[in-house]
Structure formats: structure tokens, C-alpha cells
């Protein structure tokens, strides 16, 4: 009966020493579907970015999260707030959407679910921005609201040429002077 009591233990003894191993030398993987098809090389919170030329400050962006993709070289935005400078001396842009994303090697970034923008006495409205560097444009896209102290205008698509502070309306334009 000892022998048999001892060599219970033994085994039991065996057993531990044996799923210590497996635990130590080959820990368990983690192996959940979502994890693997997850194409996101970096997720970050709080992030602020920003983007000059010559000396000269051309965009700031913050948004309280991001998912950075190697694949496509771009960074997904949660909530993302974009300030232009255009014209020497010009009132910045503000914009804002609850979504963006941004391509910083093409200079270009993309805004949607609902854009609003303001700068000086203007606020604008849209359901997506398209900013491209090369030309510094903002395009507005969706039905596009554009108001200010002075006058009121809608279109379907509104371009802002940050260089100027030049803006081009088309489709459905409508505008009200005060």
C-alpha cells in the first residue's frame, strides 16, 4: 500500500513537472479568428500630427484614436480635427468628422460622416472633405452648406483653394445675400 501511495505521488509529481514544461517552453497561442484577419499594424490613442513646407505650417490634425495600416500606408481616424492654413495671412480652417483617414507620403485625407468646418465668420457643412496636397484643395462633397454673417449658399459640391481663399460652388448652387 505504500508503494503504491509513493508512487501515486510520483506520477502526480510528473504530471506537474510535465505541464510546467508545456507551459514554459511552448506557451498556448492565441488562436481567435478576429485577431488574424485584423490588418492593423499599430493602434494608437491620442494622436497629434502635423505637416509644414518651406518653413510654413500647413496642416495639424488631432483625433483621439488611429489604426495604422503598413499595407496601404494609411492611418485611420476616430474622430479627427484638421486645421489648414492657406492664404499669407488668412484665417485657418477648421474641419471635424466623426471618420478620416489620412495618406501623409501622398499628402492627401479623406473626412466622412458628416464634415463641419468653420473659419473666421464661415461654417461649413458637408458629408465628406477631400484634401489633396499637390493642388492644396479642399473638396466638399454631398450636399455642401456654406453660411456666414453675409450670405448663405448650398451646392453639391463646394472646392476651397487654400492658396487663394478661392472657392468654386457647382451642381444645384444656390446662394442668399444678407
Known sequence: MKRLLVGLLALVVLAGIAMLGKRLLWPERLDNPSIRNLDVDLSLKGVNLSQGKDGKKLWNLSA???DYSENGDELTL???IIVYWGEEGGEPIEVRAPRGQVW????RARMWDG???TQGQYEMRSETLDYTGQNRTLVLGGTVELTGESM???SDTLT????TGDFLAQGNVQVIMN
Open 64 to 66: 483621439t484614436g488611429a
Open 78 to 80: 476616430a474622430a479627427p
Open 104 to 107: 501623409q507620403k501622398e499628402d
Open 115 to 117: 464634415v463641419n468646418g
Open 152 to 154: 448663405q449658399g448650398r
Open 160 to 163: 476651397y483653394f487654400l492658396d
